[in-house]
C-alpha cells in the first residue's frame, strides 16, 4: 500500500494516522476532515470548555511530534461519496481520490429534537463551535433548560450550575444515565443534580418548543411550560455514515466491522464513534462512542489494513468510559444488565467516593467508581480478565 486516505480528522483519524505510521507505512497518508480546523479533544467541551477554565488552543490533539509524521491534511473538506469499485474517495469539491485503503473515522453529530422549530436560544453539544455558541449564552441567572439527562446533558447542566444559571433537566427514562450506568449510578446522579440545585424531571417527554424567533420554553407532554432563556438538545448522537450509502458497506447504526474494525470491503476499516465492531467481551456489535474506543480502536484497525485480510488483530477491551461532573470522577467498565446484583465494595456516596461492582451470579459484570482511580483501575482489569459474557446472560 502506497497511498491511505483517512476521512475525518479528530482523535479516532488521527489516531489511525498515528497507529499506521508506528506500524511502518510510509507512503503516502491524506487526512480528511469536514472542520476547517485542527483536530481538537471534544471531553473538555461540555465541562472545563463551557466553565471557561480552558480555551480553544487549550483543546488540540496534535502535538509537535506528530510533524514527523508527514500528514497531508485536507481540512475543511467533505467526503460526500466512497467508490469501492473504482477505490476512490469523493469530496465536495468533486475531487476523487483514489487509493489503497481507507480508514472511515467519521464520528457522530448530535441530534436535534425532532419535529421541533429551529430558534435562536436552543443548542446542540458536539463540536468547538456548537461548544462557543453555548458558552457565550450561558449567563448567571438565566434559565437553562437541558433535554436529555445522558453523559454530555449531566456534564453541561453541572457547567451550567457552577455558571449561576438556573438549571432544569428533563429526561425521558426514569433517572439520569439510565442507559449506560446500572441502578446505583443512577441514584448518584440524581443525588447529584439535587444536591447542586438542578431540577430533575424524569419520565417527561418534550413535545414542543415555545417561542417565536427566539426560545421562551419547553413545552411537556404532560401540559407542563418549563420557561427558558436557553435550551441545550442532548438526546444523543448518530453515526456520520450518509456519505457511505450505497458504497457496499453495511451500515445499521454506524459501520458493521468485525472485531478488527475490517468492513465488508476490502481495505476499508472503520473506527470510533462511526464504527459498529464486533464486540468479543459482550459478543456483539457494539458503537462504543466513547474516548478511550476512539483512541485505542486505530492500533487494531491499523494493522488490520496493513496485514491485509489475513491478519488476526482484534479490539477486545471491555467497555470503559469516565465523566466529571459535578465536581466528582466517575468511572464506569464493563455493562450492566436489570437483574445484575450491585455491591458498594469501598467507600460510599457519602464520601464522595465509592467503587462498586456489578455481579451476575458469581462473574463480575461491571465497575462504577466515584473518586477512586487506583481501585478502579485494578477492578477494570479484574472485569477484562473475568473474559467475555456468559452468553446465556449477554444483553440484548
Ligand atoms: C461534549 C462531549 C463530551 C464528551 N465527554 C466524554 C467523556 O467525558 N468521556 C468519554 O469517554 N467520552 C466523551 N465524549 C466522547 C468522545 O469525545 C468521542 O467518543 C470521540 O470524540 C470520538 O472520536 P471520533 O474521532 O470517532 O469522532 P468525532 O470526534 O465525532 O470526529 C469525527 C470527525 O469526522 C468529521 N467528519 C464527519 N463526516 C465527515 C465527512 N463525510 N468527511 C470528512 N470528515 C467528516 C467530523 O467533522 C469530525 O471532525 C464526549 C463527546 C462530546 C461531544
Known sequence: MRNLVVVGASLAGLSAARAL?????????LLVGAEDIPPYDRPPLSKD????????????????????????????????????AERAVELDDGTRVVTDGVVVATGATAVP??????????????????????????????????????????????????????????ERGPAPLTRILGRVGNEVSAALHAEHGIRLITGAAVTELAGRDRVTGV?????????????LVAIGS???????????????????????????LPNVVAVGDCARPYHPWLRRHHRAQHWTAALEQPEVAAARLLDGPGGSSAYTSAPYFWSDQFG???????????????????????????????????????VLAMNRPKLFGRARRLIAAAGPLPAAQRPR
Open 113 to 170: 429534537l425532532p419535529g421541533t422549530a429551529r430558534l435562536a436560544g436552543v443548542h446542540l453539544l458536539r463540536t468547538l463551535a456548537d461548544a462557543e455558541a453555548l458558552r457565550a449564552e450561558l449567563r448567571p441567572g438565566a434559565r437553562l433548560v437541558v433535554v436529555g439527562a445522558g453523559l454530555i446533558g449531566a456534564e453541561a447542566a453541572s457547567s451550567a450550575a457552577a455558571l449561576g444559571l438556573n438549571v432544569t433537566v428533563v
Open 49 to 84: 470548555y463551557l466553565l471557561g477554565r480552558a480555551q480553544a488552543a487549550d483543546l488540540a490533539l496534535t502535538t509537535d511530534s506528530d510533524t514527523a509524521l508527514d500528514l497531508e491534511w485536507r481540512l475543511g473538506w467533505r467526503a460526500v461519496r466512497l467508490d469501492a
Open 21 to 29: 505510521r508506528a506500524r511502518g507505512y510510509d507512503g503516502r497518508l
Open 328 to 366: 466528582v470522577r466517575i468511572q464506569f467498565a464493563g455493562h450492566t444488565g436489570p437483574d445484575d446484583r450491585v455491591e458498594i465494595t469501598d467507600g460510599s456516596f457519602e464520601e464522595r467516593s465509592f467503587l462498586a461492582v456489578f455481579r451476575r451470579g458469581e462473574l463480575p459484570t461491571a
Open 238 to 264: 448518530r453515526p456520520s455514515v450518509d456519505w457511505l450509502a450505497g458504497s457496499g458497506l453495511e451500515l445499521d447504526d454506524g459501520v458493521v466491522c468485525d472485531a478488527g474494525c475490517a468492513t465488508a
Open 219 to 231: 413545552l411537556l407532554a404532560d401540559g407542563r411550560l418549563l420557561p427558558a432563556d436557553v435550551v
